[in-house]
């Protein structure tokens, strides 16, 4: 018995684990033995120079949380790029776990968390799944983890995890089949130049990632480029900024662009899966056409709901746009995956943006 306490201790006052690489055909099964991400008890924890990061405005997939990590190699940084994602080099390992607070057997939908990772563990969250994006010598690679008990395990064809969630505001409880994609089905958002074909990140980028470190006053960007993880930043006025989609101090205008810029921008941009559609839903887009005002879509058919245009300035009931948005139609809905159910409060601000617009279509 005292072998088994003195075992415990020591594993309650151990450090951090350490990264360990894996290559291709090296997969291992679980995801503890990256030590990326783990669980020590009830307490999840991050390996050593593994540290945390946020973005404005995240990508909505069935209210989930998520607590997102970078891990570079010793002596090693990102490379700063003004529009596309940061250059990483090699042994780069990207984190995402997505949880849930938990309560009297329910998932809990919430906005928002602290951010404090210490404040994770399994009596108060649900942990889902960890997705891991390693950077390789010919590129990244996507893998994909779900939780089971104390670990996590590659699930290279996905995984469907039912969930009973809680609605905020009286909205009672839905039944969810949570999607796990598949490796192959990674490609479907991060195979973002649909010349290349190859994977790439997608919020790692100036604009998302120019906000206040969590739990600090600084930018994440001014933390990485003292402690020597980020190269090549040049002066804060120069760097791109996107706001919160749910900001209140924003405009109604940058929220809803923000917004779509995370959620639908990676594939609606000149050079994404989506381009062949027309409508350009990034943040460097500007011109009205491409942005969907009175754009009448490529292919009729269901996915329009009857209605004419993407947008009709000043009319949400009449534009494409709201219609597939709303919907949860796995026919119809955008984005086609990585939701089940509609973000109605993110259509609320876009209903808002498209009533507020001007002009007409004629």
């Not at 960890?130 to 064809?157: C, F, H, M, Q």
Request: aromatic share 8%; hydrophobic share 35%; proline share 8%.
């Amino acid at each position: 018995m005292l072998a088994v306490l003195l075992a415990s201790s020591l594993t309650a006052c151990a450090g951090p684990p350490e990264v360990r690489l894996h290559g291709p055909g090296d997969y291992p099964e679980r995801l503890s033995a990256w030590g990326v991400v783990t669980l020590n008890g009830d307490q999840l924890r991050l390996g050593r120079g593994v540290v945390p990061y946020e973005v404005a405005t995240p990508l909505f997939s069935d209210y989930a949380l998520k607590l997102r990590t970078i891990y570079l190699p010793d002596g090693t940084a990102m490379r700063y790029r003004a529009a596309q994602s940061f250059d990483f080099p090699t042994g780069s390992i990207i984190s995402k776990t997505f949880f849930y607070p938990h309560d009297d057997g329910h998932a809990l939908a919430v906005s928002g968390w602290s951010g404090d990772v210490t404040a994770l563990n399994t009596d108060d969250y649900r942990l889902v799944e960890t997705r891991l994006l390693v950077k390789e010598d010919n590129g990244w690679s996507a893998l994909p983890y779900v939780w089971e008990g104390d670990d996590a395990y590659l699930r290279i064809t996905g995984a469907v995890v039912p969930i009973r969630l809680a609605l905020a505001d009286a909205r009672g409880t839905a039944e969810i089949p949570y999607v796990v994609p598949a490796r192959s089905e990674c490609a479907g958002c991060h195979a973002t130049d649909h010349d290349e074909g190859s994977l790439e990140l997608i919020g790692v980028k100036a604009r998302h990632l120019n906000q206040p470190y969590p739990g600090q006053e600084r930018s994440q960007l001014q933390a990485w480029e003292q402690q020597g993880r980020l190269t090549e930043v040049p002066e804060a006025a120069s760097r791109p900024v996107s706001v919160a989609w749910d900001d209140p101090r924003a405009s109604v205008e940058q929220r809803a662009r923000a917004y779509l810029d995370s959620n639908c921008g990676h594939c609606h941009s000149p050079d994404g899966p989506a381009a062949t559609s027309g409508l350009m839903l990034d943040a460097h887009t500007s011109a009205y056409r491409p942005l969907g005002f009175c754009k009448p879509p490529i292919a009729a058919g269901r996915g329009t709901g009857g209605r004419p245009y993407s947008i009709v300035p000043g009319q949400p009931d009449r534009s494409i746009l709201i219609h597939r948005m709303e919907t949860s139609d796995p026919a119809t809905r955008m984005p086609e995956t990585g939701r089940s159910l509609a973000h109605l409060e993110a259509v609320e601000l876009l209903r808002r943006w498209v009533r507020e617009l001007p002009g007409e279509c004629v």
